[in-house]
């Protein structure tokens, strides 16, 4: 299977959670990876994705330690639409 791997950096201005994280993350830049499939048989190349996730740094280790934690894409982009409209005071900040 061909697989290709896309890589961003996502940054957060205010502390945010994610499903499947069992604590508040601190605002910062966070690196994500993309992991997306060669759909075979068609006469064109087309990925469908694999799997998101996001390194997050480990609370009880080395500050360099970091943890790679597989997270739903739709789940993170709430949490970006969340953070920009609570950092432009656009929206009354909400408890998550």
Do not use: C, W
């Amino acid at each position: 299977m061909n697989t290709r791997t896309s890589n961003r950096t996502v940054r957060f201005k205010l502390p945010f959670s994610l499903k499947g994280v069992d604590r508040v993350l601190a605002p910062g830049d966070y690196r994500v990876l993309t992991d997306e499939a060669l759909i075979d048989g068609l006469s064109f190349p087309a990925y469908r994705r694999v799997s998101t996730m996001i390194f997050l740094p480990v609370e009880f280790y080395q500050a360099s330690s970091v943890e790679l934690v597989t997270i739903d894409p739709l789940d993170l982009q709430a949490a970006q639409e969340r953070d920009a409209a609570h950092a432009s005071g656009s929206a009354p900040l909400l408890n998550i």
